[in-house]
């Protein structure tokens, strides 16, 4: 059975961007999330081929924000690029996007937060006392808490007997972010 060359291919629902755009005419093009049809020219191309509407892209940069597990924006494991999606986002959002980068890509151990208002206070008002953008309050590098000038960091009773639980019971700090966990037998082996 072989078909006539003069009826097309049967269309079949895929997720592949080089096929997904050959199913539309030349004007449309479908949003990836949403599913909905738009004028080529209201909708934005991402690295991978895809395409979303303006207000998909807006929820996709608005969930990176949320938590650092979120970010980057990205579709198909390649992240979005900010300048490329700007115009959609707003200043707003955009802003604060370029803010969480700078606080996600700075290492963990190195953050410091506000000890009032718990803003991240990016590395470039950080010296021996780091300044909150926010609301002014200066915070001490070493202890996390308001700073106390040359004074030595006051001792926190809870937090020592937070370190004895951890000595204890064996836990350790992941070396990279700080963190407290515990090792499985059998699993990673960087933590000794």
């Avoid at 997904?20 to 909708?43: E, H, Y």
């Avoid at 509407?53 to 597990?69: R, S, V």
Wanted: proline share 7%; net charge positive; hydrophobic share 25%.
């Amino acid at each position: 059975m072989s078909l006539r060359r003069s009826e097309p291919p049967p269309a079949y629902a895929t997720t592949d961007p080089r096929k997904f755009d050959l199913q539309r005419d030349n004007t449309t093009r479908t949003c990836l999330i949403c599913g909905s049809t738009f004028p080529i020219d209201k909708t934005v191309r991402l690295p991978c081929g895809h395409r979303y509407c303006p207000p998909c892209l807006i929820d996709a940069f608005t969930f990176a924000t949320k938590t650092e597990g979120n970010f980057p924006a990205q579709c198909c494991n390649m992240p979005l690029s900010l300048t490329d999606a700007r115009p959609h986002l707003g200043g707003k959002l955009a802003d604060l996007y370029a803010e969480k980068r700078v606080e996600y890509n700075t290492e963990a151990s190195k953050r410091v937060y506000c000890h009032k208002c718990e803003v991240f206070i990016s590395e470039s008002r950080v010296e021996s006392r780091a300044v909150c953008q926010k609301c002014g309050e200066r915070t001490c590098v070493k202890c996390k808490r308001k700073a106390h000038g040359n004074d030595p960091c006051p001792t926190d009773k809870e937090l020592e007997k937070t370190l004895k639980l951890i000595k204890e019971k064996g836990w350790k700090k992941c070396p990279k972010c700080g963190r407290v966990i515990e090792r499985v037998k059998g699993t990673c082996t960087h933590i000794t």
